[in-house]
């Protein structure tokens, strides 16, 4: 099988959390694929007083946001309206603050993940989640989303993570959400879902709270 020729990726800045007295950046990823554009996570558009002791600084998910993109990796303009279809990597509140955005278009999301989600306290902010229009698609386990583009759950973080590995003709990159929270989780793997993802090879991993992707070190 023929990988397809060109699958961009553009992370997309959308706020900024204050964790441990740093700000930690929350990205969203947008892939362009031949045959669809798909957001990865969609980060958060609003506050909330759950999360109010984060102090999120939002830098909205909106069209003109996207065109102004805080860290432009390609020249081709990424519109909202343009997104086909949405990946979460999981539902905890930084993720999935967006959904809304996309009511009516497929969120794609592992099943136990939407469970945990919808039924255990304090995982999530759950209106977001489950907000006015927004329709998932539970995915039980490895899926092959596009040509090229598969879902692989990736446990850790939380039971129901799942990253996306994208087929480059060489080695596969990966949109990996919180599989890793910061570099060192790669360079030394400890969850299943961290040793799923180094044992794939794979050239680079995105992360949503790394401004650059993850490199696996050579010697
Ligand atoms: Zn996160």
């Given at each position: 099988m023929n990988a397809p020729a060109s699958i961009t990726i553009t992370p997309v800045r959308v706020a900024d959390l204050l964790t441990e007295g740093e700000r930690m950046p929350v990205y969203v990823h947008v892939i362009d694929h031949p045959d669809a554009r798909v957001l990865v996570d969609t980060g958060m558009t609003e506050p909330h007083p759950a999360v109010a002791d984060l102090d999120p600084r939002l830098?909205?998910?909106?069209?003109?946001?996207?065109?102004l993109r805080l860290v432009p990796l390609t020249e081709q303009p990424v519109d909202l309206a343009g997104v086909d279809l949405v990946v979460n990597t999981h539902l905890h509140f930084d993720h999935c603050g967006g959904n809304h955005l996309f009511a009516g278009r497929p969120i794609h999301v592992q099943r136990r993940e939407l469970d945990d989600a919808r039924s255990e306290d304090d995982y999530t902010i759950r209106e977001w989640v489950d907000a006015p229009g927004v329709r998932y698609v539970p995915v039980d386990g490895e899926l092959e989303l596009l040509p090229g583009l598969r879902l692989v759950p990736a446990p850790g973080h939380n039971r129901g993570m799942q990253v996306v590995v994208v087929e480059t003709g060489g080695r596969p990159v990966v949109v990996g959400g919180d599989v890793a929270v910061w570099f060192g989780e790669l360079d030394e793997p400890h969850?299943?879902?961290?040793?799923?993802?180094?044992?794939?090879?794979?050239?680079?991993?995105?992360l949503a709270h790394e401004h650059e992707p993850w490199r696996p070190r050579t010697l």
């Amino acid at each position: 099988m023929n990988a397809p020729a060109s699958i961009t990726i553009t992370p997309v800045r959308v706020a900024d959390l204050l964790t441990e007295g740093e700000r930690m950046p929350v990205y969203v990823h947008v892939i362009d694929h031949p045959d669809a554009r798909v957001l990865v996570d969609t980060g958060m558009t609003e506050p909330h007083p759950a999360v109010a002791d984060l102090d999120p600084r939002l830098i909205p998910l909106s069209k003109q946001d996207f065109d102004l993109r805080l860290v432009p990796l390609t020249e081709q303009p990424v519109d909202l309206a343009g997104v086909d279809l949405v990946v979460n990597t999981h539902l905890h509140f930084d993720h999935c603050g967006g959904n809304h955005l996309f009511a009516g278009r497929p969120i794609h999301v592992q099943r136990r993940e939407l469970d945990d989600a919808r039924s255990e306290d304090d995982y999530t902010i759950r209106e977001w989640v489950d907000a006015p229009g927004v329709r998932y698609v539970p995915v039980d386990g490895e899926l092959e989303l596009l040509p090229g583009l598969r879902l692989v759950p990736a446990p850790g973080h939380n039971r129901g993570m799942q990253v996306v590995v994208v087929e480059t003709g060489g080695r596969p990159v990966v949109v990996g959400g919180d599989v890793a929270v910061w570099f060192g989780e790669l360079d030394e793997p400890h969850s299943e879902g961290q040793l799923r993802v180094r044992a794939l090879d794979p050239e680079l991993v995105w992360l949503a709270h790394e401004h650059e992707p993850w490199r696996p070190r050579t010697l």
